[in-house]
């Protein structure tokens, strides 16, 4: 009892109005500090890929994820869905381009939405129980580093029930649309205006995109807004006038432009259908430069899956992997020169697993042993050392 | 102080002689925001130049990055740049924030920031010349101008703009100022292929400006893969020997290539190989 004594009494009144201050910013839903820095970050909704990021536990505010995937299986989708997801939950603004309404009729509902309110609750508190004190209060007022603080403000903050930052999603329920004004669509000008007189004023095709975010942006300045852009250049969605690298990149440029401008209330996070961009060409590389994290899915093809699922599930409780993972970039982690990131996974070799209850989980990558081999493994062991070194002599 | 710059650098990061160009390289995962930092750091610390010479002042041009980046990396050297820029020893411009993003009401500008509004070249270099002018006014000062990341007009600019309009651009400015800091970035996908017209004026902007550059420290990842405790690779290529060994008596220059790790805090180890 003798610590609490002494905080009330070094705590001054301009102290604890100083943490009110922070407890007021603080509640804004699915916002928290980063653990490394005190950055504001905010959830991806995919909490395998929040723990990726180079140790700020969140995709930090003011930074993009460029996602790119081959092949023609749409993994990026369902990163996308649970990002927007995410951001309908917690009040976000979502700002979905070059995609029409029926996008967002495919996001995944929350799981369990009745009962689990209260075992959420009851393990978020567990898991305080866990964390170390210092590093708890650190996640809630990082950003003050008050000594100060008084505990009932800290706790009556914690009790807002905004403490979940990123929440379980299930792929098989469909997420209840919000009020109108908060998911919105800017489709992609498909067809080219053929006036002769509007071609000479050379409106990009993002130009729309570009002026829909600044006036959202700048009418609403304390919300919170992602940025959701599917399948960018995909020839099914832009016109073939978007993919010229002056268009592309001067979007791109105009975006990183906004996420700077606007530090704390924006996020995006942008799909690359990589067949038709390969990694090799430069207009793809320029595409990588100006994001701030760029992730590339790998999918296994179908038939190894298939494969893999009727041999490996019924023995091995896990799901097979159903693609790989390569980080290339990370958010301000490579900003700075990289290093120094060890829970980051750079480098490491990281599979995923799409499954309707737990969303999309990235974990290290390990080859199952083979199932024909397990069988001569167990066969050698019965037969003793003997049978090999026959074996061995030919 | 000397711990800030990494032993092993400290004879190229020291200002460099007059009229000389270096070129940084960089790639995806291996950027030279930090090396950038530390040439700014080591010219604005620096207080061993004879008083007649002038304070040496820095002039960043940004292309991807905003100043509060900049400002966050260097107070972590224990620079703090908005002093500077009151002091009129560092000034900012920022091809970020307003090159293709609409105007919308009067931004406030700080002293000692500019920010492009225009996407042309002629526009964008008589910018900077200006910037340039407001510091060479009293006269007895050494400017080390800064650019970072030029090659996004390259990119951005489309059939307008080619590699050598850049070049010549580039020189324009070079004729007015001390010393010339250029990053750009160097990944193999810009460089070898050249099939697009996008490729093929980067890599000739490359190569151009590769070949009149003194001395050329190019960052990439390491070739045999990840490590915990390095982040990449700097080689450093010096380009006319015998200028730039004349007129630095101090530590001589050698080609060189050397690993480094950028620790969680910001600070930088450099060491060579098997250290």
Redesign the interface.
């Known amino acids: 009892m003798s610590f609490r004594k002494r905080n009330v009494g070094v705590a001054q009144p301009g102290d604890l109005s100083a943490a009110r201050a922070h407890g007021d910013k603080a509640p804004v839903p699915g916002v928290r500090p980063s653990p490394?820095d005190g950055r504001l970050t905010t959830s991806t909704g995919t909490k395998s890929l929040d723990a990726l990021l180079a140790?700020h536990a969140g995709l930090a505010m003011g930074t993009s994820v460029l996602i790119e995937e081959s092949g023609t299986t749409d993994f990026g989708a369902a990163l996308l869905r649970y990002y927007a997801a995410e951001g309908v939950v917690q009040g976000h603004n979502v700002h979905v381009l070059g995609m029409n309404e029926s996008w967002c009729r495919e996001l995944p509902g929350l799981s369990g939405v009745d009962g689990a309110r209260e075992k959420e609750e009851t393990r978020s508190s567990d898991e305080r129980m866990k964390i170390a004190w210092r590093y708890e209060r650190l996640g809630e007022f990082g950003r003050s580093r008050d000594r100060s603080i008084p505990q009932a403000s800290r706790q009556s903050s914690g009790s807002h029930a905004q403490s979940i930052f990123c929440h379980d999603f299930d792929l098989s329920k469909r997420l209840a649309l919000p009020t109108p004004g908060q998911l919105q669509f800017v489709p992609a000008a498909l067809r080219q205006n053929l006036d002769f007189a509007d071609s000479k004023t050379e409106l990009s095709p993002f130009t729309n995109f570009?002026?829909h975010l600044?006036s959202q942006l700048?009418s609403s300045p304390t919300s919170i807004h992602r940025v959701i852009v599917p399948n960018i250049l995909s020839p099914a969605l832009y016109h073939s006038e978007a993919s010229?690298?002056?268009n592309i990149?001067?979007?791109l440029?105009?975006l990183?432009?906004?996420l700077?401008?606007y530090?704390e209330e924006l996020t995006a996070m942008i799909t690359l259908p990589s067949t038709l961009y390969p990694?090799?060409?430069?207009?793809?590389?320029?595409m990588?430069?100006?994001s701030d994290g760029?992730l590339e899915l790998a999918p296994f093809p179908s038939t190894a899956i298939a494969a893999k699922a009727s041999s490996g599930v019924s023995t091995v409780h896990e799901e097979p992997p159903q693609g790989m993972l390569k980080i290339?970039?990370l958010p301000i982690f490579?900003?700075?020169?990289?290093?120094?990131?060890?829970s980051s996974g750079?480098?490491?070799d990281l599979a995923f697993t799409l499954s309707r209850r737990k969303g999309l989980v990235i974990k290290p990558f390990s080859l199952p042993p083979v199932e024909g081999d397990s069988e001569a493994q167990q066969g050698l062991d019965g037969n003793q050392g003997k049978s090999t070194k026959v074996d061995l002599e030919f | 102080m000397s711990t800030r710059i990494p032993s092993l650098l400290e004879p190229y990061l020291s200002l460099p002689p007059e009229a000389s160009l270096i070129l940084l390289t960089s790639v995806l995962g291996a950027s030279s925001n930090w090396l950038v930092i530390r040439f700014i750091y080591s010219a604005l610390q620096g207080q061993d130049a004879p008083p007649e010479q002038g304070d040496t002042k820095v002039l960043l041009v940004s292309f991807m990055r905003d100043l509060n980046f900049w400002k966050e990396n260097a107070r972590r050297l224990g620079l703090d740049l908005d002093k500077l820029a009151t002091k009129k020893r560092f000034a900012f411009v920022d091809g970020l924030s307003g090159l293709y993003l609409p105007a919308q009401g009067s931004a406030p500008v700080r002293a000692g920031q500019k920010v492009l509004s225009d996407p042309d070249l002629t526009a964008i270099s008589k910018e900077i010349q200006h910037a340039i002018e407001m510091y060479s006014q009293d006269g007895a000062s050494r400017i080390l101008l800064v650019i970072d990341q030029l090659d996004l007009l390259l990119a951005t600019g489309g059939d307008r703009v080619s590699a050598v309009e850049i070049e010549e651009m580039l020189m324009g400015m070079r004729e007015h100022v001390h010393a010339t800091v250029l990053t750009l970035s160097a990944d193999s996908s810009l460089v070898s292929s050249q099939q697009t017209p996008l490729e093929s004026n980067h890599a000739a902007a490359l190569l151009g400006v590769a070949h009149t550059a003194d001395f050329i420290m190019s960052l990439r990842l390491l070739d045999s893969g990840t490590a915990r405790d390095v982040s990449g690779v700097v080689r450093i290529t010096v380009g006319n020997q015998e200028s730039i060994t004349d007129q630095r008596a101090g530590g001589k220059m050698e080609q060189k290539e050397l690993l480094y790790f950028i620790g969680g805090d910001g600070g930088v180890k450099v060491f060579e190989r098997g250290q």
């Open positions: 490394l140790g570009i002026s600044t700048s010229r690298p002056e990149l001067q979007f440029h105009a990183r432009a906004l700077r401008k530090p990694r090799t060409a430069g207009l793809t590389r320029w990588e430069l100006l760029v290339h970039r490579h900003e700075k020169g990289g290093g120094g990131g060890e750079f480098g490491d």
